[in-house]
């Protein structure tokens, strides 16, 4: 497993500064998300999706493993606590919009029954609690700065 960095304040934020980076970091809020999932939610091409995920990547808010040709995403640990609180404080913030929870939603359906997705069928579904309850959604948001 790669070693945790500290991330550049201005960094950090101009990660945070991109609304379909903030679409992103919603949906992996509390679980690991294949880029698939991720287009077929935004209604954006995999292309424009993989460059913001590797500009997250690269100021250090995500990591990602690869199992066969699927490309996994996950928010990263931060070392930093105040980084790690902006971030949880975000990510609460994120599920209070009404845009986000409904992106939230459209995953958790396409998680639990990948048949109405088409171009979901064969992909491997998101890690962790697939149909999280709202409760355990807010208490693994605050978990983000103890991974």
């Not at 999932?37 to 808010?61: D, K, M, T």
Request: proline letters at 5%; one cysteine or more.
């Amino acid at each position: 497993m790669a070693t945790q960095k500290v991330i550049p304040i201005e960094q950090l934020f101009q990660g945070l500064a991109d609304r379909t980076r903030l679409r992103l970091l919603n949906l992996m809020a509390d679980q690991e998300v294949c880029v698939c999932y991720f287009v077929e939610i935004l209604g954006l091409s995999q292309p424009v999706i993989s460059r913001h995920l590797a500009y997250l990547r690269r100021c250090g808010l995500v990591s990602a493993r690869r199992e066969g040709k699927w490309m996994h995403y996950r928010i990263a640990p931060m070392v930093n606590p105040l980084a790690a609180q902006l971030l949880t404080d975000t990510l609460l913030w994120l599920a209070s919009d009404v845009a986000m929870r409904r992106e939230r939603a459209q995953l958790t359906r396409a998680c639990c029954s990948t048949k109405a997705f088409v171009n979901l069928q064969g992909a491997p579904r998101p890690t962790a609690i697939c149909c999280p309850s709202p409760a355990k959604r807010a208490t693994r948001i605050k978990k983000v700065s103890r991974r």
